[in-house]
């Protein structure tokens, strides 16, 4: 089944064990902003990943929405539109940022290794 | 008789991607088909003869078409340049016109079936010379060169099998070469894509020079016409 780009939250809240749909640690609207964030990230580091969505000479993120997407825009529930290869990497950015901004729990070293492997995931082998 | 029209772009992604780990399929895609377009547009390997294009009276340009002339995939291909050409009947025969380097000083006209032909705007077109003002139904056979269409059908099986039997190294080291020059991704290889790139070129050049001989070592000139012309 194809991978959605709420399933980049959902294995994000695995990661950060935070599973608990009753009582979330981190709360969708922060994961989301934090996916959007990471798209962003990608495009600066790999604008090849996001081919697919040039339009008129102009590279277009798409910006992530819980639902009602309208243009340049889509929902969390959609397709994920890159190639599967970014999806991994995109998790453990939501992830290690996460955590960065996780006064209680966070681990430093925890978040730096995730989002040290973004980047190596996408300029890396 | 062999099957001719069975490669598809997308085999030479299947076989070429394992060598470009993090690469976006896309833009391996493209610069695929900018490899392609560039080993044709400098060797006019792949030729194929183009039958029965009508002669037009009065000074026409012929726009020679591959769509449905060339085996399955007329579709998928475009006319890059025209190589030869000649008039006549599949009954009486044809005969062999003279190119020219470009449009004569006197446009004229004859009765009689013409003698040369020049390309008179783009490459896959041509005007003949007298133009024809007669009425006996006369038809251009040419030998043009082909090449895929940028936008041809990447998955559909549409293109000469030489494609793997003959050019499949240069369009791989060309491909490869344009790859390994992307800055900052985890398949770049500068160096090595240098190489391929001079390897491409190499082939290319050969490719062209097989083209020349026919593929057969023949001489590929013609005899200049007599006086009788």
């Not at chain 1, 070293?109 to 890396?124: C, D, E, P, T, Y």
Request: proline fraction near 5%; hydrophobic fraction near 40%.
């Amino acid at each position: 089944m194809a991978k959605t780009y709420q399933d980049i939250i959902t294995e994000a809240r695995v990661l950060l064990s935070d599973t608990d749909v009753s009582d979330p640690r981190y709360s969708d609207t922060n994961l989301l902003a934090i996916l959007n964030r990471a798209m962003n990230s990608l495009a600066r580091i790999r604008p090849d990943a996001f081919y697919s969505f040039f339009s008129a000479n102009s590279l277009n993120v798409p910006q992530i929405v819980a639902s009602g997407a309208t243009a340049g825009q889509a929902n969390l529930a959609d397709t994920f539109g890159l190639e599967n290869q970014f999806f991994n990497p995109l998790v453990e950015y939501v992830t290690g940022m996460a955590e960065v901004v996780d006064d209680e729990y966070t681990e430093d070293g925890r978040a730096a290794m995730l989002l040290n492997n973004f980047k190596i995931s996408v300029v890396g082998i | 008789m062999p099957t001719e029209f069975t490669y598809s772009i997308d085999r030479f992604l299947h076989d070429s991607l394992p060598q470009l780990p993090g690469a976006n399929r896309e833009v391996a895609l493209r610069e695929l088909r900018l490899a392609i377009w560039e080993f044709f547009e400098r060797s006019y390997a792949w030729t194929e003869v183009i039958e029965d294009t009508p002669l037009e009276t009065g000074d026409t340009l012929h726009q020679i078409s591959a769509a449905g002339k060339i085996g399955s995939e007329g579709g998928d291909a475009t006319v890059l340049t025209i190589l030869d050409c000649s008039v006549g009947t599949a009954s009486s025969g044809f005969e062999l016109l003279t190119p020219l380097g470009g449009e004569p000083l006197a446009i004229e006209g004859s009765n009689t079936p013409p003698v040369s032909w020049y390309i008179a705007s783009n490459a896959d077109t041509l005007k003949v010379h007298p133009y024809y003002t007669g009425s006996e139904s006369l038809m251009l056979r040419t030998t043009v060169a082909v090449m895929p269409l940028f936008n041809a059908s990447a998955t559909g099986a549409a293109f000469p099998r030489q494609f793997e039997s003959k050019w499949y190294d240069a369009i791989l080291d060309g491909f490869l070469a344009r790859m390994y020059m992307h800055p900052r991704k985890p398949y770049s290889q500068p160096v090595m894509g240098s190489r391929m790139e001079k390897h491409f070129s190499q082939l290319i050049g050969y490719y062209a020079a097989q083209r020349k001989k026919g593929y057969n070592n023949s001489q590929q000139w013609s005899h200049p016409l007599g006086w009788s012309k």
